[in-house]
């Protein structure tokens, strides 16, 4: 357990001085590989057992830990080995994006809650999250190819708004008993965004496994 323990760390310190210094050009795309199969799936598995710690909401409940839906608005294309890669690289940046204002409205909400470790943690997914997406932009210029513009991301308040209607289905069909607050609501939101960088963060893999 240790030594595992210390293998990520060699890796995150690895991936991480590779992308805060400058890698050598043919090291880049492992950096991507390594922090999107390897750091950010461990950061996201521990926040998601972080959160069934602090949060009662997510701990007891069945039917938001199994959470049938997704975030809204995510990039919905698919990488495919018969594209180019600079499509493929495209769209790995593109769904990196989609996570980038999210994990800070997470992050920002559990640290003003006093939840310190979980807090901890959903900064370090943000911060490694930022070094994929800076790691992916460099794989595109140094190809020539054109990067992505910045696209227009779901607000915090229509993330809320999606997260507080789907509770209250679940309520209104009896699978669930709550009363919605506004915490209620950030909580699940927090959970459903980690629960969806989960799966996206396989498709994310897929793209960039196409050399
Ligand atoms: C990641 O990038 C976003 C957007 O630039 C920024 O707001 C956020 O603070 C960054 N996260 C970390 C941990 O630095």
């Known amino acids: 357990m240790e030594a595992y323990k210390v293998l990520i760390a060699v890796i995150s310190i690895t991936a991480l001085s590779s992308f805060t210094h400058g890698a ?24 998601i057992q972080e959160m069934k710690n602090v949060h009662q909401l997510i701990k007891s409940t069945k039917y938001i830990q199994d959470s049938l839906v997704k975030m809204p608005n995510l990039n ?10 600079k499509d493929n690289l495209a769209i790995a940046y593109k769904k990196l994006l989609d996570f980038r204002s999210p994990l800070y409205m997470a992050f920002s909400y559990e640290e003003k809650q006093g939840h310190a470790h979980l807090a901890a943690i959903i900064k370090d997914t943000s911060y490694y999250l930022n070094g994929s997406i800076g790691v992916m932009q460099r794989l595109m210029t140094e190809r020539q190819f054109p990067v992505p513009s910045v696209q227009s991301h779901s607000s915090e308040a229509d993330l809320n ?21 506004n915490d209620v609501v950030k909580i699940y939101r927090n959970y459903l965004i980690f629960y969806t960088l989960t799966a996206v963060n396989v498709e994310i893999s897929n793209c960039i496994s196409f050399k």
């Open 161 to 181: 708004q999606f997260c507080r209607e789907y509770l209250q289905a679940l309520v209104n069909n009896d699978l669930i008993s709550l009363v919605i607050t």
């Open 76 to 85: 919905a294309q698919s990488c495919s080995s018969t594209q180019e890669l």
């Open 24 to 47: 050598p050009s043919y090291g880049t795309a492992s950096t991507a590989e390594v922090l999107i199969n390897y750091v950010i799936p461990r950061r996201v598995e521990s926040a």
